[in-house]
């Protein structure tokens, strides 16, 4: 049997253990709320409304600054090129049809955003696709800021198509992914489609048949003949107009802080 001065011990050990859980909860709240105050949502003021990311939140982005948003947004037709361990992919990205994730892009192309980066997740089940864009390798990757949906309704998913990848609406970043067989049937018209591939389809589709090793829960892995980007480069621009992802910086809008828990980025899937 435990005596008095034993069980008075264990009570005030039992005190000590509920006074520093207590004050340890106390503390990591009131670091959620240091970090809720100190990021603040911003975004510009032309027709693309880029909006800021939360760093803080998702320590794989990277800090890129926002794109210029001129009014009216830039409606040219940007061909780049790809070079990838395995050759070179040629994409023309469509500047009518998806004008903000397009000037975006060209934006993070200048900015060689892309240069020695992998393309970690293949997929052949069901879609049939290569994504890429995520400089982290991780999945969650992506630049400081998001750009909103468009032209949805009008979206074809067939071979050549290339898409960005997304985690709900209006959360697109970096991250796209290139369709080696037609998909339309596996995809609801949720991702905007920003261009096609006009060379090196045949290097993407040979990607997909060499299989993946079905890590990535929402379909699909890490492909087995690995594909990486070493330059991406801007080969020729069509249209009237300024240049997509030229000229000055944004005016941005930055609404109060508030103490309102952040919300993490989310993962594109």
Known sequence: MPTNKQRRESARRHLERQ???RQEQEAAQKRRMLIASAFVSSKTT?????????????PNLKN?????????TPTKTIVA???????T????????????????LAYLIGKKFFNNTPCPRAVDQGIYAVQCGDPTGTGSGGPSYTVKDENLAAAKYTAGAVAMANGGPNT????????????????AKSYTVVGHVTKGLDILQKV?????????QAGGGKPKLPLGFTTVKIASVVGGGPTPGTGPSPTVVTPSPTAAPAQPTPTAS
Not at 81 to 87: S, V
Not at 89 to 104: H, L, M, R, Y
């Open 19 to 21: 006074l520093q859980r």
């Open 46 to 58: 032309g027709p693309c409304g880029y909006t800021s990311a939360d760093l803080a939140k998702n």
């Open 64 to 72: 890129t600054g926002f794109p210029p948003d001129p009014k009216p």
């Open 81 to 87: 090129d790809f070079a990838t361990n395995r050759g």
């Open 89 to 104: 992919i040629q994409v023309t990205f469509d500047g009518k049809a998806a004008p903000c994730n397009v000037q975006s």
């Open 172 to 187: 697109n970043g970096s991250q796209f992914f290139f369709v080696t067989k037609d998909s339309s049937k596996g995809l």
């Open 208 to 216: 997909v048949a060499g299989g993946n090793d079905g890590s990535n």
